[in-house]
């Protein structure tokens, strides 16, 4: 205190006295903080580490770090996707294998509701089951932040990682954005993004790998027309002169079919919407530059569409509108040109902060551009229009941002590469094999699903591998997509592996949302359920981690940690 007052005194060298001044601000108003497990971002599978892992009695510290949801701008929502929007769950043909706090989650869902009609399958409206698996966003925050509160859980809201400290294979600490370091016995990178695996120096991936790298048949570039296609001929060219291509579409692919890359499946954000009175207008979030000619090939595309015997995969404000509770829906990406931004989440994974923000408003610009084009443009059909114009925000979800969700669905950026990588043929080599035993920590069973990761000008069939338009004849060109999968695996059983870096490399971190797995197999483990599936085991092998004479998680006791994930109603054989 006298230092800081003997400067205040200090008449000369103002600028010298204001950085120190400013530094020691810093380091006072900077914390240190012990823990015995830390779990850096509070998505829905972070949540139920942190939560898992406290209820082992374990100190535990949940950081919630993705921009902006996490910060007072976005209303500090956590739970990630399934707080952000996604609430039609991915859960496929059947939902018997969530269990543990998964499980939990989804009856607390039910219980949420007094429900008076019967349905064939566990969505609500529905009393035929206990557990319901369509969210409104601000009931599923609400069952999060229950979980978080009843646990114990210490919460840490708006700051986001910026190094780590480590010694050898072992994590020390991380440091956030608000100086406040955080000590732990062990980590939990629960994030989308992977950034503690990255900060760590962990060996990560990006991108697709090739057929030929995993055996995989749908590994690489694709050459489908499987669906959220292109279904009528579209020019590529911004105008008559084809001497410019139309925004939103790429140059001609040279890409070999099965080739690998770097190219990312596409993000959106998942709008929830509604057609009640009260609702708020799409017009009330103006975009801010738009371009009315950019958006050329949408309308072609809804003109086109609206002819008489065309069979195009379309719908207004989109053709994925699912519903949920109080006559909301959960809007997705439906068709060849819709909610998805093509191409654009290539450069997000290893994206700066300052990057990938302005990533983010980049997504949010071209939606807003979308839904104002759909609902104004007067080239649109005025059915079209009006039929839009019938949605809007819920005016009781995302309050702090106008009805607009905060959270990008960042459907895959880094992923983990561990000793073994979990890809397309492992579900089928399990039931070649049997039943993995101990080494089980849950169960999936959703679609291999990947999204399109590029648009772009196709001169001729020939060019693209045969496919495009029924209307298009062999010597035009057009409009194309790559990158959809949609191919169900069959039910597996998640191996504990997919959690572990490389013993060589960090022996007490447990990742969740970016497992050891191929591009292929990232698409059936990433759904909502999965991670809150591996979050909960990741939690408890996190408590037996500390609670063992391991002096790394790559060697836990396995049977002990079946008996924890037993106890604890995880669901752990098909």
């Known amino acids: ?37 830390v ?19 374990l100190s535990t510290a949940v950081i919630c770090a993705s ?31 969530v269990g543990g706090l998964a499980k939990e989650f989804y009856t607390r869902n039910r219980r949420k509701y007094n429900t008076t009609t019967n349905s064939a399958n566990c969505r609500l409206p529905s009393t035929s089951c206990n557990a319901t698996f369509n969210l409104e966003p601000h009931v599923a925050q609400s069952i ?36 406040d370091i955080y000590h732990g016995k062990v980590f939990v990178d ?10 760590s120096n962990t060996t990560y991936t990006i991108g697709r790998e090739s057929r030929q790298q995993f055996n995989e048949s749908l590994a690489g570039k694709t050459a489908t027309d499987s669906g959220n296609e292109f279904n009528a001929g579209i020019s590529p060219w911004a105008t008559d002169a084809n001497d410019t291509l139309a925004h939103f579409v790429s140059p001609t692919d040279t890409e070999e079919v099965g080739q690998g890359d770097n190219r990312v499946q596409s993000y959106n954000f998942r709008l929830c919407v509604t057609s009640e009175e009260t609702r708020i207008p799409f017009e ?22 609206s002819e008489p015997g065309k069979k195009c995969q379309t719908g207004y404000p989109s053709c994925s509108l699912a519903p949920i509770p109080n006559n909301k829906f959960d809007m ?151 990158g959809d999968v949609e191919i169900g695996p069959g039910g597996y059983q998640i191996p504990f592996w997919v959690t572990l870096p490389k013993a060589a490399e960090t022996t007490n971190l447990l990742v969740v949302a970016a497992p050891s797995a191929s591009h292929v197999g990232m698409s059936t483990l990433r759904m909502e359920p999965q991670f809150m599936i591996l979050g909960h085991s990741v939690g408890v092998a996190a408590a037996l981690f500390v609670k063992s004479s391991a002096s790394q998680v790559q060697e836990l006791n396995l049977t002990a940690l079946h008996n924890m994930l037993i106890a604890d109603k995880q669901l752990l054989s098909l």
């Open 1 to 37: 205190y006298s230092f800081c007052t003997l400067l205040l005194h200090i008449s000369s060298r103002d600028t010298l006295k204001t950085m120190i001044l400013l530094t020691l601000t810093a380091l006072v108003s900077s914390v240190a903080l012990d823990f015995d497990v």
């Open 39 to 57: 779990v850096y971002d509070a998505t829905s599978g972070g949540v139920m580490s942190g939560v898992a892992a406290a209820r082992h009695g």
């Open 284 to 305: 009330s979030l103006q975009p801010e530059n738009y371009t009315r000619s950019d958006w050329r090939i949408l309308v072609e595309y809804v003109n086109k569409c």
């Open 144 to 179: 999060f932040e229950e979980m978080i509160s009843e646990s114990g859980v210490h919460l840490v809201y708006g700051a986001h990682a910026v190094s780590v400290n480590k010694t050898s294979t072992t994590i020390n600490s991380i440091t956030l954005s608000n100086g």
């Open 67 to 97: 921009w902006p949801a996490c910060y007072e701008e976005g209303g500090k929502i956590i739970g990630g996707m399934s707080a952000n929007g996604l609430g039609q769950t991915d859960l496929g043909s059947h939902e018997d294998y």
């Open 190 to 199: 629960a994030g989308y993004e992977a950034d503690l695996v990255h900060l």
């Open 332 to 482: 997705n990406n439906c068709g060849g040109i819709s909610t998805d931004f093509v191409g654009k989440s290539w450069n997000y994974p290893d994206a700066t902060w300052d990057e990938r923000k302005q990533i983010w408003k980049e997504h949010k610009e071209y939606i807003l551009g979308l839904l104002h084009t759909l609902s104004t443009d007067p080239d649109i059909p005025e059915s079209v229009r009006q039929t839009t114009s019938r949605y809007g925000y819920c005016p009781d979800e995302f309050v702090a941002t106008g009805g607009f969700p905060p959270g990008l669905y960042v459907r895959e950026a880094r992923r983990l590469v561990g000793e073994h990588i979990f890809n397309q043929n492992t579900p089928g080599e399990q039931r070649k094999s049997g039943d993995i035993g101990d080494l089980s920590v849950g169960l999936g069973g959703y679609n291999f699903d990947s999204h399109n990761a590029l648009r772009y000008h196709c001169p001729n069939k020939t060019v693209c591998h045969g496919k495009g338009p029924a209307d298009v004849g062999p010597s035009e060109d057009y409009v194309w997509l790559e």
